[in-house]
């Protein structure tokens, strides 16, 4: 079994960050290693949460599986509270990474052109400097925008998804998806490029008509594990949108769903045998 290491905050009531990637790359048949770097009591969009900052655990944790040669398929990296945080991340990335581990960067920081409420234009600098040493990175628009400097826009054409992937792996990294990229009215998904091959990428499936908290989360999650379970990029891209969007629309049509979350718990079943069916195993 391939064995992922995944280091982002717990939001203990919330369903984004490891209350997410946990249970779905178990599901998916990846042993999955966790560093969570806070506790707080709920994701950042409750008012009122509480914050915990777990800095100080991360050296004694990695230097412990150093010492009991603990070795990662992948480490993937999701929301992270502090530009200290990003440093400590690049450091247990350099002490961990084989030849043959995959550096998977979500920069999770912000949506619909904004940033959320605890960084600034400073953090989101900082988060480009750990995606210059991944192998794949996975903005959505927003991200992308402060990351790179370029504009964030609501109405585009490919070309300017085509300049905003360039920029993105004029960072540093190998490969860059963009998420929430929509080519044509009432579609959406990701658009990348790997640029040792200078190849682009797109998957666009039916926009559900709903906006959910956590998303990002659940799309990088089931990218990253089907790449370990043994997807190719494409594949793996599509898993993750269709999941997504499946399970967005499952929590639209939930009258009992809470605000803050969706109904992933709901679609596993449907993941578990679709990864089945395109795995064979
Ligand atoms: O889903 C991203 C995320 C993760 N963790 C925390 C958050 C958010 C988004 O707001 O607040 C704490």
């Not at 091959?197 to 008509?209: T, V």
Request: glycine share 8%; net charge negative; with cysteine.
């Amino acid at each position: 079994m391939k064995r992922i290491l995944t280091i982002q905050d717990i939001s203990c009531l919330g369903k984004c960050s490891l209350t997410v990637a946990l249970p779905l790359l178990s599901a998916m048949g990846v042993e999955t290693v966790i560093l969570p770097t806070a506790v707080l009591s709920t994701h950042t969009m409750f008012s009122g949460f509480t914050c915990k900052d777990l800095s100080d655990q991360l050296g004694p944790i990695t230097e412990h599986w150093k010492k009991e040669d603990i070795t990662f398929d992948a480490i993937y990296t999701g929301y992270l509270g502090t530009e200290e945080e990003i440093e400590t991340v690049k450091e247990i990335i350099r002490t961990f990474r084989g030849p043959e581990t995959l550096v998977f960067v979500d920069p999770a920081m912000g949506d619909n052109g904004k940033l959320y409420p605890a960084f600034d234009e400073q953090y989101a600098k900082k988060n480009a400097t750990l995606c210059a040493v991944a192998d794949v990175i996975v903005p959505n628009l927003t991200e992308a925008s402060f990351m790179t400097g370029l504009p964030y826009r609501e109405e585009y054409e490919e070309d300017y998804v085509r300049r905003m992937l360039q920029a993105l792996t004029g960072l540093g990294c190998r490969t860059a998806i963009l998420t929430g990229v929509s080519l044509e009215p009432g579609k959406t998904g990701a658009m990348g490029y790997d640029s040792s091959a200078g190849e682009y990428f797109l998957y666009q499936n039916d926009k559900i008509p709903a906006q959910y908290h956590g998303t990002g989360d659940i799309f990088s999650s089931v990218a990253v594990g089907g790449l370990l379970r043994g997807l190719s990029r494409q594949d793996a891209i599509r898993l993750a949108a269709d999941y997504t969007a499946r399970t967005i629309d499952v929590t639209r049509h939930n009258p009992q769903n809470p605000w803050y979350g969706v109904d992933f718990e709901a679609t596993i079943p449907e993941l578990t045998d679709t990864l089945r069916t395109m795995t064979g195993k």
